[in-house]
């Protein structure tokens, strides 16, 4: 009798559950709470430590996660602070937001005013929080400059070809028309 049958189905779904589940521990187990302690600026620090209603806080905002009392570390939620390589959907918003950066380069201005007001140096840097702001924010400010590029463009090809200027009819469909049934 074997115990695995790679031709069974059962057993292969099984597998995938079980090889699904195994990556979920070692992603949580990547997961350092005294890493993101230590990527935090003091503002984001001082932040946590007023969520949990730490006592004199400024103490504190100094020292290493380790150094910190137990009963106050239990407190503090740093899950909104986790930087976003670290997590699968923020390495996704990252990934997006590089991809992003290549294809249009007159963007890199915004997501440097970004990273500029949250303090950070580079999208590495960012928290996942921060990457779910900055994701649809870059592409709305992309699709914002888009239209006034691409009319740019149109006019020089227009120009160029010596084409005739377009339709004003907002009903104007490029030439089909629709005879009806």
Do not use: C
């Not at 990547?30 to 007023?50: I, P, Q, S």
């Not at 740093?78 to 930087?83: A, H, R, V």
């Amino acid at each position: 009798m074997m115990i695995f049958d790679y031709k069974n189905p059962t057993h292969i779904r099984i597998l995938k559950e079980e090889l699904k589940r195994a990556k979920r521990i070692m992603n949580e187990s990547t997961f350092n709470v005294a890493n993101v302690w230590d990527k935090m600026t003091e503002v984001e620090r001082n932040e946590a430590l007023y969520v949990a209603k730490v006592p004199e806080p400024d103490e504190l905002i100094e020292s290493k996660w380790d150094e910190i009392p137990d009963d106050i570390q239990n407190i503090i939620d740093l899950s909104d602070y986790e930087i976003a390589s670290m997590d699968k959907i923020g390495s996704i918003n990252i990934r997006g937001l590089e991809y992003g950066l290549t294809q249009h380069p007159e963007a890199k201005t915004f997501v440097n005013k970004f990273l500029k007001k949250v303090g950070r140096t580079s999208l590495k840097d960012i928290t996942i929080k921060q990457s779910y702001i900055l994701q649809p924010a870059f592409w709305s400010y992309v699709n914002s400059q888009k239209p006034q590029q691409q009319i740019q463009r149109d006019t020089q090809n227009d120009i160029q070809s010596g084409a005739t200027e377009p339709s004003r009819d907002p009903f104007y469909k490029g030439g089909a028309s629709w005879t009806g049934d």
